[in-house]
């Protein structure tokens, strides 16, 4: 069995996808699971994670409902606020819903020291209570703030998406391997391996442009630690599906068989606690 552990659904309107600008136009539709489940055959992925791309309840709750109807959707990592009173209430109710896996808020939006706000880290702290692991989504630039974030939460398990959005386009590798690496010496963080073509320039990007980045993530987390995602729909824009499929398993040939397995199965598995009884076999 093979798990997409990072992908979307949404019904677009302009209003709550402004972030999808015009080289972007392709994604605005909506995006559906039976769009998604034509995709996962021909590449080979059996059950995948579905991932909040707007912050709100109501937003968790569909996520939740697709994930009920459709059991190749394995678990979700969906959104909660974090800072409000509120908090510890909601995240109780939300935690009772299965597969709600982990939370995810949108920090790359955020102003600097966001993730230091003692209500983030309340809030932190309240799904630790809960076994939900904590998605982190930041830019490169982040990674410090990341860090400390992690170190006041030892022991509670985070997922950093997209290998935190290096400079691809300008080639630059500095300061983000450096942190990265800093980050990844906390055992309690995991690693996406996704949302990497996006990037980079959307229609010149090539394989030998990524694989530094990739060798770089490989290199800090382990393929105990690093999981595949997908990132459909948005990955839409630079490449298709199966294409980034296909480009993953190219970078894993140097990986051995139970390395690849990690890749593409037990480390999404491990971080995410998932329950796969569900999935069709």
């Given amino acids: 069995m093979r798990i997409d552990a990072h992908h979307h659904f949404w019904r677009y309107t302009p209003a709550e996808y402004g972030w999808i600008d015009d080289a972007m136009a392709s994604l605005r539709r909506d995006f559906f699971p039976a769009d998604l489940a034509a995709e996962l055959p021909p590449a080979n992925i059996d059950a995948v994670i579905s991932v909040q791309a707007r912050q709100t309840l109501v937003e968790t709750a569909w996520l939740l409902e697709m994930a009920a109807a459709h059991p190749f959707i394995a678990g979700v990592v969906g959104w909660a606020p974090l800072t409000e009173p509120t908090t510890p209430a909601l995240l109780e109710k939300l935690a009772g819903r299965t597969p709600l896996v982990g939370v995810r808020h949108v920090v790359q939006a955020e102003p600097d020291g966001f993730m230091d706000k003692p209500s983030f ?159 069709p076999h």
């Fill in 121 to 279: 880290n309340d809030g932190i702290r309240h799904l630790h209570s809960l076994h939900l692991a904590y998605d982190i989504l930041i830019q490169h630039r982040q990674l410090p703030e990341a860090i400390r974030l992690v170190d006041r939460h030892p022991s509670h398990v985070f997922v950093l998406d997209h290998i935190a959005k290096p400079p691809i386009r300008s080639g630059e590798r500095e300061p983000w391997a450096t942190h990265l690496a800093e980050l990844a010496r906390r055992p309690n963080v995991y690693c996406k391996l996704s949302g990497i073509v996006t990037e980079a320039d959307y229609q010149t990007w090539t394989y030998e442009q990524i694989l530094p980045y990739m060798e770089t993530a490989l290199a800090a987390f382990g393929p105990a630690r690093l999981m595949f995602g997908s990132d459909w729909p948005v990955c839409r824009v630079a490449t298709t599906y199966s294409n980034w499929v296909h480009a993953v398993e190219r970078f894993a040939l140097s990986l051995t068989g139970a390395e690849r397995t990690s890749l593409f199965h037990d480390t999404a598995v491990q971080a995410y606690q998932l329950d796969l009884s569900r999935i």
